[in-house]
């Protein structure tokens, strides 16, 4: 991806993301690289490592949106966000505004990549469901017997309901298949629910709609955290985060 002076390279290294930066950051190219980086992250990942050599800093405060990344990674799916930079101008940068203190970063992407294989023990589970009616009452099944497996009995009921809501707006009102992800770390489960419409979710409050349409109000009153973020593809991943004992 390009836009203006920068270009965006993204490639896999097992479950990891390996973003590479050529060009200038700053104010004229921060959204798409904003964008870009969301993009990485909805399609979870174990980790978004952002490579940096190749760039220059054209407006400091442009490289906050590192730091943004690594707060929405930290709700959800709570994968590592990392930075990788050799010394020089850019990481004198990252020194002086304390961004190196919030995301971590290392010298090269081989040290980055290394660092993921320290990070605490994960759980996760996926289920592919049809644009069908069926499918809310396959989603709660599956999270009822993961959450057992699992054994986070506290999270089982708000992560049915979750599930439920989510998969019904995608197959029902997006019209679209989903992809039902359950993650576990920590004692914090993200359930994400990708499907192929592109249209944000809306929350609507209870007695707007005549029927149904009511799902992300759920989500919104039950969820410690919650979002969506565009995909590669076109679609969207929504996300929402319980946590055992919150």
Same mark, same amino acid.
């Given at each position: ?9 993204? %490639?896999?290294?097992?479950? @990891? %993301? ?8 700053? *104010? ?7 964008? @870009? +980086?969301?993009?990485? +992250? ?10 940096? #050599?190749?760039?220059?800093?054209? @407006? ?8 943004? *990344?690594?707060?929405? @990674? ?25 961004? #190196?203190? %919030?995301?971590?970063?290392?010298? %090269? ?8 294989g320290t990070m605490p023990e994960r759980h996760n589970a996926v289920m592919e469901l049809p644009a069908e009616v069926s499918s809310p009452a396959q989603a709660r099944r599956f999270v009822n017997d993961t959450c057992t497996a699992?054994?986070? &009995? ?28 359950? &993650?576990?770390?920590?004692?914090? +489960? ?19 709609? !005549? ?8 989500? #919104? ?8 973020? !565009? ?10 985060? +319980?946590? #055992?004992g919150a």
């Amino acid at each position: 991806m390009t836009s203006s002076s920068l270009t965006v390279d993204v %490639t896999q290294h097992g479950h @990891a %993301t390996i973003v590479r930066l050529s060009g200038e950051i700053g *104010l004229r190219t921060g959204q798409h690289l904003r964008s @870009a +980086l969301l993009k990485c +992250l909805a399609d979870e990942p174990s980790g978004v490592i952002v490579e940096l #050599d190749g760039t220059t800093v054209g @407006a400091p405060i442009a490289l906050n949106t590192f730091g943004m *990344l690594a707060r929405r @990674a930290a709700e959800w799916p709570g994968v590592l966000v990392a930075l990788a930079v050799s010394d020089g101008t850019v990481r004198d940068l990252l020194r002086r505004t304390a961004l #190196d203190r %919030t995301v971590p970063t290392f010298s %090269t992407v081989a040290e980055a990549i290394r660092a993921l294989g320290t990070m605490p023990e994960r759980h996760n589970a996926v289920m592919e469901l049809p644009a069908e009616v069926s499918s809310p009452a396959q989603a709660r099944r599956f999270v009822n017997d993961t959450c057992t497996a699992w054994d986070v &009995d506290g999270l089982r009921q708000d992560a049915c309901l979750i599930a439920s809501e989510l998969v019904e707006n995608a197959v029902q009102h997006g019209r679209s298949r989903a992809r039902l992800r359950l &993650d576990l770390c920590r004692g914090v +489960l993200t359930i994400s629910v990708r499907d192929d419409a592109p249209a944000p979710p809306v929350r609507r409050t209870v007695g707007t709609a !005549p029927t149904g349409g009511r799902g992300v109000f759920i989500v #919104d009153v039950i969820a410690r955290a919650w979002g969506y973020a !565009p995909t590669w593809a076109g679609g969207k991943v929504v996300w929402a985060v +319980l946590a #055992d004992g919150a």
